[in-house]
């Protein structure tokens, strides 16, 4: 991948949903994305200024040398990291296999904060403006039903994410979190639920791709902390209904 003046992002979750909406716009927007992501079988963006990785974020012990790995390969400047990658499993909690919960919580919260902190140390010595920005979830902001691992791993990553824009409040980094309600992805394909078949029923991954960009745009000294986006309307409906 050559250097190109709007800068690079790496953006893992970048196959599908609402990872492919942002590397779409990105790319629209003059940006060059390096995807990472565990497989691309299903991914539909060819553009000559998207490299891509693929890597199981889950794989916890092995993910700091494959991402120091990943550092090594990368040589021009880094204008932000984006951790979008996620997973749901959702049930009442005695329903949840330990197995289950320890792969929510390592792929949406500790991946991400293991990725960040390999980062963090070249990204801080840029001394040029970057942006971390974390997909977090309406789920990050209200525990519900059925959702007590999915909703813990969402206020895990806010957290880290206040945790982390406090740390580096006297640098050139700026940490953002996007928390989207439902948003149309193939997120719920593997649940037994999804949003109701209206357009107010739920979230396009254009519109969360779209806010995104407003927070790359934000001018250097602004940070935009946080921004909570949902469907107009909240209609679930079970599979097949």
Not at 66 to 73: G, K, T, V, Y
Not at 128 to 149: H, K, P
Not at 195 to 212: C, Q, R, Y
Not at 219 to 241: A, C, F
Request: glycine share 8%.
């Amino acid at each position: 991948m050559s250097d190109n003046p709007k800068g690079l992002i790496v953006l893992s979750g970048a196959s599908s949903g609402i990872g492919q909406a942002i590397a779409a716009k990105l790319l629209a927007k003059g940006y060059s994305v390096l995807g990472l992501a565990e497989s691309y079988s299903n991914s539909i963006i060819t553009h000559q200024n998207f490299s891509k990785i693929e890597i199981d974020l889950s794989l916890i012990d092995e993910l700091p040398g494959a991402i120091a790995e990943i550092l090594r390969s990368i040589s021009q400047p880094i204008r932000g990291l984006v951790n979008n990658a996620g997973i749901g499993r959702m049930a009442f909690l005695e329903q949840l296999s330990v197995a289950d919960m320890r792969l929510v919580m390592e792929t949406n919260f500790l991946c991400h904060a293991i990725v960040t902190k390999a980062f963090l140390p070249r990204l801080k010595k840029q001394q040029s403006l970057v942006d971390i920005i974390f997909t977090g979830s309406e789920a990050a902001l209200t525990g519900a039903r059925q959702g007590s691992i999915y909703c813990a791993s969402k206020f895990a990553i806010r957290g880290f994410a206040q945790a982390l824009r406090d740390e580096c409040s006297r640098s050139q980094v700026r940490i953002s979190i996007l928390n989207p309600g439902a948003v149309r992805t193939p997120f719920f394909d593997d649940l037994h639920f999804e949003p109701g078949s209206g357009t107010n029923n739920a979230i396009e991954p254009d519109d969360v791709a779209d806010l995104l960009l407003s927070i790359l745009k934000a001018r250097p000294g602004t940070v935009i902390d946080e921004i909570n986006l949902s469907p107009q309307t909240h209609v679930w409906q079970k599979k097949g209904k």
